[in-house]
């Protein structure tokens, strides 16, 4: 059975900045790309925790998309009780680590 995916309010605001700052309306190979990265975010319907557990807190997970130096991670966490999957953020692979508080 599948997980559900839901998309929190500071990953959904990480997922515009992102459409906009790599200018997805002008570039079908940006569209392409942000397509691809959102077929990833949903691919954690099925299998949510076959990626690592964060080193920043092990209660949520991230997902790697993209190649060198463009790599993201979808940071998420498992709710195993209501089989869904909540993405809490987006980030570009190279920021520094991020707090509890960048999750809210």
Do not use: C
């Not at 200018?23 to 690592?52: C, F, H, M």
């Amino acid at each position: 059975m599948a997980y559900g995916v839901s998309i929190g309010p500071r990953a959904e605001r990480d997922l515009e900045d992102l459409y906009v700052e790599i200018d997805v309306e002008d570039s079908a190979a940006a569209k392409r790309w942000y397509q691809g990265l959102t077929r990833a975010i949903l691919s954690l319907r099925e299998r949510p925790n076959r990626t690592p557990v964060t080193r920043e807190d092990k209660r949520v997970r991230h997902l790697l998309y993209g190649n060198r130096p463009h790599i993201y991670r979808v940071i998420y966490r498992v709710v195993e009780k209501r089989r869904r999957v909540e993405v809490l953020h987006i980030r570009h692979g190279a920021r520094r680590r991020f707090k509890r508080s960048d999750l809210a």
